[in-house]
């Protein structure tokens, strides 16, 4: 009987610490946040950051990053493209110390103020910007992912080389969803 009530505890224990871990990462995820100057959260992505437009990327920012983030990883996708989701950006090894990017970011490997651009579903390097076919509204995922270590890849690296080299170090995700339709 004994034994059976020093388990129970041992498993209660185990329960109550899982969800004390569980808290104090979901508390510090809630505070990491993506934003830009360009427009909001779930509205339309300025005509001036597509290809109807400059095609140039659009000023980002971010608050509230875990500790211990050494680097930062970028994806834009769009998940709604006909033929399936279509990467528009791919930038990794961002410094640690970043909060931000700046609107316009040259379309070359190295990223001013550190960081590197890998290769986007348009087999170039850098940011291309919306594109859908006329009619449907698209939606534009800026998805920041904050890393525990930098992947060093080499410049221009894939979306896949890129996710493979992330995977055991995320430590934090902030998102940031734009529209665009033409």
Not at 17 to 28: G, M, N, P, R, V
Not at 152 to 160: H, I, V, W
Request: charged share 10%.
């Amino acid at each position: 009987m004994r034994q059976k009530t020093i388990l129970s505890l041992c498993s209660f224990l185990l329960i109550l610490a899982c969800l004390a871990f569980y808290d104090s990462t979901s508390h510090a995820q809630s505070n990491f946040s993506l934003t830009s100057t360009a427009f909001t959260a779930g509205n339309t992505i300025p005509v001036a950051n597509s290809c109807s437009g400059k095609n140039d990327s659009p000023a980002l920012a971010w608050s509230g990053a875990p500790s211990g983030t050494k680097s930062f990883v970028l994806i834009l996708s769009d998940p709604d493209a006909p033929h399936g989701t279509f990467i528009h950006w791919v930038a990794f090894d961002i410094p640690g110390s970043a909060a931000s990017l700046a609107a316009g970011v040259p379309h070359v490997d190295q990223i001013s103020g550190g960081g590197e651009q890998g290769m986007n579903s348009a087999a170039k390097i850098g940011y291309v910007g919306p594109c859908p076919p006329p009619g449907k509204v698209h939606h534009y995922h800026f998805t920041l992912y904050a890393l525990n270590a930098t992947i060093n890849l080499p410049k221009g690296a894939s979306l896949t080389a890129v996710k493979s080299a992330m995977e055991a170090h995320v430590i934090g995700k902030a998102e940031l969803v734009g529209t665009f339709s033409r």
